[in-house]
């Protein structure tokens, strides 16, 4: 179940909302008032109010119990009206509809406080006062708000993910252990020093999928909660090769209240066409159906050889949550019809090969996402910056400058733990050993990337910093 946080409309409060996921289906409302709200999806309608009702509502938990059991748990009202969301791509107000004993008059005729009914009945009202509550003026209050409650609750990231993003590496003790104490220290260099406010965490950087689901939980949480106030966006992967662990992780992203969620495609037993790899993306993405959701394409890593192309292709229909990707390929001609084909829809096109952003961003990239741009961030804001301004010479060279650096250690054998050691040689900020099955970059490796950065000028020499070359 999702929580939101609540919202007051007049002294009804709407609280809890689960399973909103599709935007071309009816959903019912529950609303209890000064309560709480739940919304099931209309499947298969349930044929008892206790099967509408979550199990874990503070106030009326049974509504099929004695009126005096509902009294002792502080029940008011439980009302419930049908919502389509149909109309909420074009933005327009919903259509709410009141079920028997509910409708423009209120609790009037039909009210029925004991009856086991069937519909929207009205399991208990004091009176009156609850009468009033449904008539016309507040129906009217109530069903706009029903429509802003719904679709600020519907996965729409506060601003569109854009710009640097950076995939976070997991700091490490020289014993294997999650370095938790330096996380805080590693958001403010990346904001402070580098300039990026956007990250990734347990991605392929974050060695995401050699973590076990509790410290991907303790990681992700952390950086939440370090990030607050801090960070623009944090995204959280939350991919693995089962589907229960990937719903885990979603719920628990939601929960801590991260901005986005994203996956990667199963890469054991994998999904050999379209419709399997979307019909596991879609269970995950609504396991946390107030989050965007983002799709992860990484085929040299994970063999599944789906084009993001083909993948987009009406996917939004499917993942009505689906925001954009994370495409991290060299294949330029995929990339490129990604953006053309669905340029109309505000997706966010996010790339994640470094060393080849400036041909992305002239294909239409809206951001990247990377490990260089841990310690590189700065450099390649430069970049960006001069492609706003058509400044075009200059953003190629410093791509150039960027390449030259990444061809250099690329040829040394470059991977997480050359990342690690470089993110500690620029930082300052201890990253630590890689988990097995990796091993730990070489002190010749660190030395000659040394070597490198300050002959091409990409950082100041005080950058550099000699004190924790040991914890590389």
């Known amino acids: 179940m999702e929580s939101l946080p609540s919202r007051q409309c007049s002294q009804h409060t709407f609280g809890t909302v689960a399973h909103i996921s599709k935007p071309r289906t009816t959903i019912y409302l529950l609303l209890q008032a000064p309560g709480q709200m739940m919304a099931k999806q209309d ?64 609790v009037g005729r039909n009210y029925s406080p004991r009856g086991r009914g069937r519909g929207g009945h009205v399991v208990r009202g004091p009176g009156n006062k609850e009468r009033a509550w449904a008539a ?47 996380i805080g220290q590693y958001v403010d260099y990346l904001v402070e020093v580098q300039g990026v406010k956007n990250i990734f965490v347990n991605g392929t950087t974050g060695e995401g999928l050699s973590l076990s689901i509790s410290e991907r939980c303790q990681v992700a949480e952390e950086w939440v909660t370090k990030g607050r106030n801090k960070l623009d966006q944090i995204v959280i992967h939350v991919g693995a090769l089962s589907l229960k662990e990937s719903q885990e992780l979603a719920q628990h992203a939601a929960k801590i209240g991260a901005d986005g969620i994203a996956v990667i495609a199963p890469f054991f037993l994998k999904p050999w066409n379209k419709d399997n790899l979307i019909n596991f993306l879609k269970e995950v993405a609504a396991a946390a159906p107030a989050l965007p959701f983002y799709y992860y394409h990484i085929p040299a890593l994970t063999g599944v050889k789906i084009r993001a192309e083909e993948l987009l292709d009406g996917i939004q229909d499917k993942i ?49 996402v990377g490990s260089t741009y841990n310690y590189l961030g700065r450099k390649t804001n430069q970049m960006l910056e001069a492609f706003e301004r058509k400044d075009f ?27 690690k050691a470089i993110m500690t040689l620029v930082s300052g900020i201890p990253m630590g050993p890689p988990r097995l099955p990796l091993q730990k970059a070489s002190r010749e490796f660190t030395d000659n990337a040394k070597a490198k950065l300050k002959s091409l000028d990409v950082l100041s020499f005080t950058d550099l910093k000699d004190g924790n070359l040991e914890a590389c």
């Not at 029903?146 to 003790?173: C, E, H, N, R, Y």
Request: with cysteine.
């Open 136 to 182: 016309g003026a507040e129906r009217r209050r109530l069903s706009s708000s029903v429509w802003d409650f719904v679709s600020s609750s519907m996965a729409s990231p506060k601003k569109k993910l854009q710009g640097l993003v950076a995939a976070t590496i997991t700091p490490m003790t020289e014993h294997g252990e999650i370095n938790f104490s330096v």
């Open 320 to 368: 009505p949550t689906f925001q954009g990707l994370k495409f991290s390929d060299t294949d330029l001609l995929d990339f490129g019809q990604c953006v053309d084909q669905n340029h109309q829809r505000q997706f966010a096109f996010l790339f994640g090969v470094d060393e080849q952003l400036l041909s992305a961003l002239v294909m239409g990239a809206t951001g990247a």
């Open 393 to 419: 010479s200059s953003a190629l060279n410093h791509q150039f400058c960027i390449q030259r650096f990444i061809n250099f250690v690329v040829k040394l054998g470059f991977g997480v733990s050359q990342t």
């Open 43 to 106: 499947g298969k309608e349930p044929r008892r109010w206790k099967d509408r009702l979550p199990q874990n509502l503070g106030a009326p938990r049974h509504p099929g119990a004695s009126s005096e059991a509902r009294r002792r748990r502080g029940a008011k009202a439980v009302r419930l009206c049908s919502v389509s969301l149909e109309p909420w791509r074009e933005k327009r107000a919903p259509t709410v509809r009141y079920a028997a004993g509910c409708g423009r008059r209120g």
